[in-house]
């Protein structure tokens, strides 16, 4: 979506063409000198280090880019491919980064300033101004070469834990991409091969951007920049401000979808799916806001739990095939992402990062993102687990923070769903962060498997279907008021029980003193139905009242309800929803809550079953040591 982007023309670009040239051929900064010297000592890995104190002496260094990448191979006079590829980005980067910085200076009072300055100097608050100012504008030029060589590379390296973050010059815009330019070199200088020079290019850009924005609140005047989208058409490189550090470009999804017809049982699940996909497209990208957020109703995390084939893979690809429709009718840019356990690096923090790029990627306020844990339980370790990695644990952290932190916003384009087939082995606080509980059962009555046998089974055949109409127990309106219909009592025989005594205690729940007479007595049984799970159950409530069915045509062109301004969205809506019923209460309540029991339970069957095992094993062993023992050898 190009609305608001601030486009850059090609020729405000060229006219910097020939400094960025000069840039990656030859440049002298000044740095810091240390004690450390670059004389080697012969026939060890040591060098010299002098006992005379030079901290606070600066020395010119020469920087030949050019040179230090020709010389990977230094037996061949031309570049490869990947080295002329980055050598040129790396000009290219320049030139965008000084045409930004330009563009900087129009915005603000900066371009005046300078011409008032180049008649007589400037003195006094004006200097002042200035001086500000062009820092800021440095720090703009710094960021947007950074940010290019970052969004531009493209490499799968596991990136190394050398690169060191540059000595940044704020003076003047070319000083701050002359200091980003000279801790690239410095990166490369030990890059063996092409593949290990685009990996640690890649990496070196990430530092320089990191260590950029924890310097951001150093400068003032940023807010020209800071609101700012800038979109270079011929490199399809986009900046949004400081929002989000901008990743590696997204590719074109390539992914098997599947439409809710090709959806069998898990109906709850499959309805709540369907409705998010059309929530989360009431996103307004002017405001940066979706008005489901603001009226209630909006599922930020969910977790979906279930035997093995039941289904969960099926319903990923249903969500994102929905979401990838709508957002191709609307013309929004759509990012999937999945973590998995491929993600866990031997690194220490690097497991870390790699969450947090992820979670990065799929909140970026530009996108609507749809973000998946697959397998979670193995991704994710509980804190407990001694026997877990620290890559794991690392995982654990991020996702708590990213899901339910201090920091957390919620703007309502993005949405993350985690997945697993054990859900009881995942960390109690992380697995109460998803805000609603989908049970992945898949088939479960006879016409079920009726449906799912038709459906894979394909036409190749002659064979009757006979007395069966085919997919009527998949139309989701009937199939979900059954499957709520089902929750007005609980499922779980550890929650029946706290059901029985407070109908025993209090009779049927009238008042709202009666829901939480009931939450209480859940509470007694089980010590995880904390204020967060009972902050789950109203979410969940809230997402019922605005359990609305938002039309089809509103999907089918943009301008009808997607294209809408925030406040007609807001208001088509509401006209929609209406009030949640204590029925309506206590399902959602017992859908939660038979959840937490289910976990529990299977938590403590593992439990069980691993000290029958255990037991077995040391009866066997017994026996088969008094077997030896007979035959004399055993020998302790």
Known sequence: MDTGLTAIAEADIEKHRATAQSFITRIVVLEDSSSQSGTGLAGTNRRFVSTVSTGSVRRTREIELAKTVGAIHPDDQLLSIPQHTLLYRARRGIAIALAVSDV???????????????????????????????????????????????????????????????????????????SVLAGLDAALSGATDDADLATRARAYARVAVDGLLTRKGRFDGLGAFENAHIHIDADDFTIDGFDIAPGKKSKPLVMTFKKPEE??????????????????????????LNPFVELGGFLFTFIGDGSPGTGKTTLIQMIAGLMHGYCQVAGYPFVYENFGVDQISSYQGKSGQNCRQFITNVLNPRAIGFGTIDDIDQVAAKRSDDRASAGQQEITGVLMDAFAGASTVIRGNSTFGMFSNYPENVDDALRQRAGARWL????????????????????????????????????????????????????????????????KENGEPRTLADVGEYLHLIKEAEPRFTGRAIKNVTDAIKMRAMDIEL???????????????????????????????????????????????????????????KLLRDARLRERAGREMEALKQKGLWDA
Do not use: C
């Open 263 to 288: 959806v069998v049982g898990n109906h709850i699940a499959k309805y709540q799916s369907v409705k998010l996909a059309k929530m989360i497209m009431a996103y307004d990208f002017d405001r940066e």
């Open 104 to 178: 900087f200076a129009r915005s603000t009072d900066l371009e005046a300033l300078q011409a008032k300055n180049a008649r007589s100097p400037l003195d006094g608050e004006e200097a002042t101004r200035f001086k500000k100012l062009l820092s800021a504008s440095a720090y703009v030029a710094a960021f947007t070469f950074a940010a290019y060589l970052l969004q531009m590379i493209e490499t799968d390296g596991e990136a190394p834990n050398d690169i060191a973050e540059p000595a940044f010059q704020f003076d003047t815009p070319q000083d701050g991409v002359k």
């Open 440 to 503: 992945v059962d898949g088939p479960q009555t006879r016409e079920d498997y009726i449906d799912i046998f038709v459906l894979l089974a394909g036409k190749n055949h002659k064979i009757p279907l006979g007395e069966h109409d085919l997919y009527a127990a998949q139309e989701i309106k009937r199939a979900v008021s059954d499957a709520y219909e089902g929750h007005a009592k609980p499922q779980e025989d550890g929650l029946m029980k706290v059901y029985d005594r407070f109908l």
């Open 551 to 609: 039309p089809d045509d509103w999907f089918e062109k943009p301008e009808t309800f997607m294209h809408k301004t925030y406040d007609d969205k807001k208001a088509m809506i509401e006209e929609l929803r209406g009030p949640f019923s204590l029925d309506i209460v206590m399902q959602e309540i017992n859908r939660y809550a038979d959840s937490e029991f289910r976990y529990a339970d299977k938590s403590d069957d593992a439990a069980v079953q």
